[in-house]
């Protein structure tokens, strides 16, 4: 089982909503991300936040609104969406960055989004 | 885009068979990573190799790394149905941004 936990597993929205997705990790790990999933792709980062703060953001349109409450959470504030952002949203949480480079990623099962 | 490249995209074979997955990348790696995704599930880490390392095993799987042609292969042997799925090499030049390659999709008949 993963010990990374993402919430809703699920989503359909309008493209004037507002949702969050969430993600949990109790592993200590201090490095938390985001990517973007879609069908029959490869994830493509979004967002990485080290220590609490935003290191990376790799370009994301403002309709994507990441933030990390604690060292154990990590939302994506989602508003006014496009259907083409409909895609698998997956967190992953690691130990920070050492000399080496980043190691493992835990990943979570992800939040299927769906934008109509 | 830095997202490297893996061949082939798709791979079917018989139970009992061997698998070989290769990847290139483009820029210079601190380490290499490959996971494994079931369909529409969250990927999980299969194996890390660093720049400095040529080999490394794990299981049934095999990993090998070539810094001067920026590729690297994943051997899994005695393939088995539950191997099925598809898998990820991604690179890491440093810091926390890891790059995933294009993916292979292996399926394994019985």
């Known amino acids: 089982d993963t010990e990374v936990t993402q919430t809703p597993k699920h989503l359909v929205m309008g493209m004037t909503n507002k949702k969050s997705l969430k993600c949990e990790q109790h592993?200590?790990?201090?490095?938390m991300y985001w990517y973007k999933q879609k069908a029959k792709k490869p994830p493509e980062l979004m967002f990485v936040?080290?220590?609490?703060?935003?290191?990376i953001n790799e370009s994301v349109p403002s309709r994507f609104s990441p933030e990390c409450p604690n060292s154990s959470l990590l939302n994506l504030h989602l508003h006014a969406l496009q259907p083409e952002d409909s895609a698998l949203y997956l967190c992953?949480?690691?130990?920070?960055?050492?000399?080496?480079?980043?190691?493992?990623?835990?990943f979570g099962e992800g939040s299927r989004l769906t934008v109509l | 885009s830095q997202q490297g490249e893996e061949d082939p995209q798709a791979l079917s074979i018989q139970e009992g068979e061997n698998a070989t997955m290769n990847c290139s990348y483009k820029t210079s790696i601190n380490n290499l990573q490959w996971y494994r995704q079931n369909s529409g599930r969250g990927l999980v880490h299969l194996i890390l190799?660093?720049?400095?390392?040529r080999e490394k095993h794990s299981g049934r799987l095999r990993v090998t790394l070539d810094t001067s042609k920026k590729s690297s292969s994943l051997l899994i042997t005695a393939s088995r149905a539950a191997d099925t799925a598809s898998y990820f090499c991604a690179s890491n030049g440093g810091g926390n941004k890891l790059t995933f390659g294009t993916g292979t999709q292996l399926k394994v008949e019985l």
């Open positions: 992953a949480s690691s130990q920070d960055v050492s000399l080496a480079g980043t190691g493992e990623l835990f």
């Open positions: 190799i660093r720049s400095n390392e």
């Open positions: 592993m200590g790990h201090r490095a």
């Open positions: 936040y080290s220590y609490e703060k935003l290191s």
